[in-house]
């Protein structure tokens, strides 16, 4: 009787406990959308779509495991122009909207704030589909691994795209989730010869010979199709070039340069410097600028005007930093993520742009006549609203100086113009902002005072207990600081230490760094993250560039140069390893070369 009094009471407690997980569910009911609100500008731009967005968590994957249904991963960030199409064109389109939430569960991510995942998903894009980009839309199975990706594409195309997976979803559920196990990479792994002198230079030879691959000999930059500042690359080749003089490379960086600060590329009235180019002239930008990539170009401007021996690009220095300080510089001292490139009418680059009239009725008639033949104001629009200013022809010294008039006329009436602003205060990025502001601040006192203002933001409101905070936005902190964030803000706060010999930024960077290694690293490799939810990630040997340096590397040559014992010990222990990878991409590794050097020196062995 005891005994079925007890299974009687393990029933009961088993039943009591499955009606409230059912009751649980229910009272969940259908989800809503979790974004209005959000400290995230971009995730608050989908605020108000009718689609139910819930954010890269834990619950969200939770509720695709109860409900068996693909997650729907959506990528982007505030500055990104066919985000903002996409979401026009499909994420408000009720039709699309009912089916993204009958048969997935969809998640926007900021990808500024979810960086390692990020970079996870678009290794899937380009193992995939041979492309990655923004909007970057991922079908992720319940236990983590990705299945399908896709970019922008219009609604139409979009719709059956997600009404075609849903049906194979519901046939057959378990051979998609097999096929997406299979399909994941093995893991890689450090190469076991030793490191040597001799290695390391034919390590150097082979990165070079990507580099004359890739070069452009004519535009200048890399690649044939659209031109991104590859400051990882035009970093380790400057370093170089300061080295081994070579005619050759000097040329070419000049020209790489010259292009850049000259045509469409950069924003020659308000400063700074757009993401990209869609053509391989420099002629026509995406109107996005970011943060990262103008903190990249000002330190590059910087150390080419030295190693070049090019005092002009004095002048694009100060107008990048200028720019920075100006207009991404926040309250309290630390800097905004990025400006849109759609005005706040939703055009793009209406805010850069101008009409030849306005331009004529503003400007003397020399300036006018200035502004007319170099900006190239008698060919054909490339935009409909208007003419980007950029030198298109070669000016003469007479018509720089009318230029420079132009310029000084015309910032006050851009100044009325409103381009939104991401005013989310990335760690990661303001660590850049830190280290371009402090080695320029012998330049200007004011880039000193910008430097310090950073190292106080970033001490103050971004640090907590020896841990750093992802982002603050809107008043409130966001958790889940990722690698990069640790590397660039140790690296930050070392050259402002450097810069004005603060003891604090170099014990807080002592800190930083000692917490970095601890949640990032183990024998097995590096982390993106400390927790991440996606199954394929796993930890590698060491971590490439893309748009950033390799947060790897920067931590590692980072904790070389603190002068702390344990960190020097470890920095040498990751030295060690080298990457398979390296012998097929060389071209993809520069920082890797560079922080190897460092271990050819510390660590390397006789061969």
């Not at 026509?284 to 021996?309: C, G, I, Q, S, W």
Request: charge should be positive.
């Amino acid at each position: 009787m005891n005994r079925l009094i007890r299974i009687g009471r393990r029933f009961a407690g088993r039943l009591a406990a499955t009606i409230a997980i059912l009751l649980a569910v229910s009272a969940q009911g259908a989800p809503t959308n979790r974004l209005a609100g959000h400290p995230s500008p971009y995730l608050a731009l989908h605020g108000s779509d009718p689609v139910a967005w819930q954010t890269w968590d834990a619950e969200a994957v939770a509720r695709a495991r109860r409900e068996n249904k693909l997650l729907y991963v959506s990528v982007g960030y505030f500055a990104c122009h066919w985000c903002h199409v996409m979401q026009r064109e499909s994420y408000r389109n009720p039709d699309i909207a009912a089916i993204l939430n009958r048969d997935f569960i969809p998640v926007k991510v900021d990808r500024e704030l979810n960086s390692g995942l990020d970079e996870a998903l678009q290794q899937f894009s380009v193992r995939l589909n041979g492309v990655a980009g923004w909007p970057l839309n991922a079908f992720v199975t319940p236990d983590g691994y990705p299945v399908f990706v896709m970019l922008y594409a219009p609604p139409d195309t979009f719709r059956e795209a997600l009404k075609r997976l849903a049906i194979r979803w519901r046939q057959d559920s378990a051979d998609i989730q097999r096929l997406a196990r299979q399909a994941v990479p093995p893991p890689s792994a450090p190469e076991t010869l030793r490191l040597t002198a001799a290695r390391q230079a034919q390590r150097w030879e082979a990165f070079m010979r990507g580099v004359w691959q890739e070069a452009d000999m004519l535009h200048g930059g890399f690649g044939q199709v659209s031109k991104f500042p590859m400051a990882p690359q035009l970093d380790a080749l400057l370093e170089r070039q300061r080295i081994r003089p070579d005619p050759k490379l000097a040329d070419f960086l000049t020209l790489t340069f010259d292009q850049m600060a000259a045509l469409g590329l950069r924003d020659h009235i308000g400063g700074g410097f757009f993401r990209y180019t869609v053509d391989p002239g420099w002629e026509t930008p995406h109107f996005e600028k970011m943060l990262y990539d103008n903190a990249h170009l000002a330190m590059l401007y910087l150390r080419a005007a030295a190693v070049l021996k090019q005092p002009r690009y004095q002048a694009v220095v100060r107008d990048t930093f200028d720019f920075m300080r100006d207009v991404l510089g926040g309250p309290q001292g630390g800097l905004y993520a990025s400006t849109s490139a759609v005005d706040a009418d939703g055009r793009e680059g209406a805010a850069y742009l101008w009409e030849p009239a306005v331009l004529q009725r503003s400007l003397s008639p020399d300036a006018w006549a200035a502004v007319n033949r170099v900006w190239r104001l008698d060919a054909p629009r490339h935009f409909e609203a208007g003419y980007l200013p950029a030198e298109y022809r070669t000016p003469s010294p007479d018509e720089r100086r009318l230029l420079d008039a132009a310029a000084r006329v015309l910032r006050p009436l851009r100044a009325t113009r409103s381009v939104p602003v991401d005013d989310k205060q990335n760690a990661g990025l303001n660590g850049l902002a830190l280290s371009a502001f402090s080695r320029a601040a012998a330049l200007d006192p004011g880039y000193r005072r910008a430097a310090d203002r950073i190292q106080v933001f970033l001490l103050k409101r971004m640090m907590r207990d020896d841990r750093l905070v992802k982002a603050v936005a809107r008043g409130k902190s966001l958790p889940g600081a990722e690698l990069e964030d640790y590397a660039y803000v140790v690296q930050g706060l070392l050259d402002h230490a450097e810069a004005t010999k603060d003891a604090a930024s170099r014990e807080a960077a002592v800190r930083l760094a000692r917490t970095a290694w601890r949640l990032f690293w183990s024998e097995r490799g590096w982390r993106h993250e400390a927790q991440p939810l996606l199954a394929t990630i796993a930890p590698e040997p060491a971590l490439q560039d893309g748009a950033l340096y390799s947060p790897s590397d920067v931590l590692i040559r980072a904790s070389l140069h603190t002068g702390d014992a344990a960190l020097t010990a470890y920095a040498r222990q990751a030295l060690t390893w080298r990457v398979p990878d390296m012998a097929r991409d060389p071209y993809a590794w520069p920082s890797r070369l560079r922080v190897l050097d460092r271990a050819v020196e510390a660590v390397a062995t006789p061969q």
